[in-house]
């Protein structure tokens, strides 16, 4: 069963909010700010309705006292991060509730080890006054952006024989995480020290199906 996500009637978007956070792109009334408020509070509700982590989001890093920010999402249950104390970010909010980052990319972390505190912070974002794109027709507003927790757990591999193991990578065939010296081994001569087979390699020298499933 899928949680609703509640939208955030709180936040107030108008006309001078807008204009606060670009005060030279509308100067002079040269644009009206009326129009780019209601494409923020669709944009925002466009994000709430998203699940889980996303792009844009905030997550605390231990013994850091600044929080970082998600930047991409690698489809593999991984998101990068921000650098620490970064000051580089750009995000770009599409009319879906997407954020596109550009900036530093710190490593990826895992996002089973990224826990939900249930608060919010401002978070800067960008989109094309009245999604028309042109040259210094972005404007900037704040949106609140869920925060996370990252607490990273060490994972070992079971009856690994590397030194320092911890499994970060995903292996398809073992349907879990295993070191990297695990992972790089399945594709050479020696015995998967998960489900303990050896590949096997056809004439060609090219791993076949049989022998080691990872």
């Not at 100067?27 to 669709?42: F, G, M, N, P, T």
């Not at 921000?82 to 909010?93: E, G």
């Not at 590397?162 to 790089?184: P, S």
């Amino acid at each position: 069963m899928t949680t609703e996500i509640l939208l955030i009637p709180e936040i107030n978007i108008n006309s001078q909010t807008m204009i606060s956070h670009n005060p030279y792109f509308y100067e002079y009334r040269k644009h009206s700010a009326v129009i780019d408020a209601e494409l923020a509070r669709q944009r925002l509700n466009a994000l709430n309705k998203r699940n889980g982590p996303r792009v844009g989001d905030f997550v605390w890093f231990p013994d850091e006292n600044k929080p970082r920010r998600f930047t991409c999402d690698l489809s593999d249950g991984s998101m990068q991060t921000t650098t620490r104390q970064s000051n580089d970010s750009s995000f770009h909010i599409t009319r879906g509730g997407y954020c596109d980052f550009s900036g530093s990319l710190d490593s990826p972390v895992w996002l089973d080890q990224c826990h939900d505190t249930g608060k919010k912070l401002l978070g800067r974002v960008w989109f094309f006054s009245r999604n028309l794109s042109g040259a210094h027709r972005d404007v900037d507003v704040t949106l609140p952006f869920r925060v996370y927790e990252y607490w990273p757990v060490k994972l070992i591999c079971p009856n690994c024989q590397h030194d320092n193991c911890q499994a970060i990578r995903f292996c398809d065939g073992c349907n879990m995480r295993v070191c990297q010296g695990c992972f790089d081994e399945h594709v050479f001569d020696f015995p998967c020290h998960v489900c303990n087979t050896y590949p096997e390699r056809n004439d060609q020298g090219e791993l076949t199906d049989k022998g080691c499933a990872c």
